[in-house]
């Protein structure tokens, strides 16, 4: 294209030429083939595109949809944890395809912490004090506790199914 500019008065033109193209891909891959999420968070998985201004049209797709979901964009969330690949389908302004596969492992949310809610530190030989307990955060893949009772023959403990503890002097 030709672009022509002209003085009002007509006495001074310049023109210029500019010619638009096109940059072909050579190259896309996966500069983390193999990452890792959190179940329940989110994160973007972006191809490395050689060149990096190549013209290019990109869709998303997961092997397995109930370990993972990937939006139009490559972001990915963890929603069951397991391990499936994710494909980026890369094609360049001449029809050039490319692949690049991820194979990204969902990993379990991890307990961080437990709280106890006893009312007493001290129990009468016979009585009996049940407490509750909380695990965080609220979304632990995990949240099965193990009862270790230091006073073996003095105090039992129990796990009720109602997530709470039970506390026996004997």
């Not at 389908?89 to 050039?96: A, E, L, P, S």
């Not at 990993?107 to 007493?120: C, D, H, M, W």
């Not at 909380?134 to 270790?148: G, S, Y």
Request: proline share 4%; hydrophobic share 40%.
């Amino acid at each position: 294209a030709v672009i022509t500019c002209v003085s009002n008065d007509g006495g001074f033109i310049r023109t210029v030429t500019v010619t638009a193209t096109k940059v072909q891909l050579q190259s896309a891959s996966a500069e983390v083939p193999a990452p890792q999420i959190v179940h329940y968070e989110s994160m973007t998985l972006i191809p490395v595109l050689e060149p990096a201004d190549a013209d290019v049209n990109m869709t998303w797709s997961v092997s397995n949809p109930g370990i993972l979901s990937v939006d139009e964009n490559g972001s990915v969330t963890g929603l069951e944890v397991g391990t499936t690949n994710v494909y980026a389908q890369i094609t360049d302004c001449f029809g050039h395809e490319f692949t690049v596969t991820y194979s990204v492992t969902v990993t379990p949310v991890t307990v961080t912490g437990i709280e106890l809610s006893a009312n007493t530190g001290m129990l009468r030989v016979g009585g009996q004090e049940v407490f509750g307990y909380t695990v965080t955060p609220a979304n632990a893949d995990n949240k099965a506790v193990i009862l270790n009772v230091s006073a073996g023959g003095v105090v039992s403990a129990q796990l009720t199914q109602d997530g709470e503890v039970t506390v026996s002097a004997i």
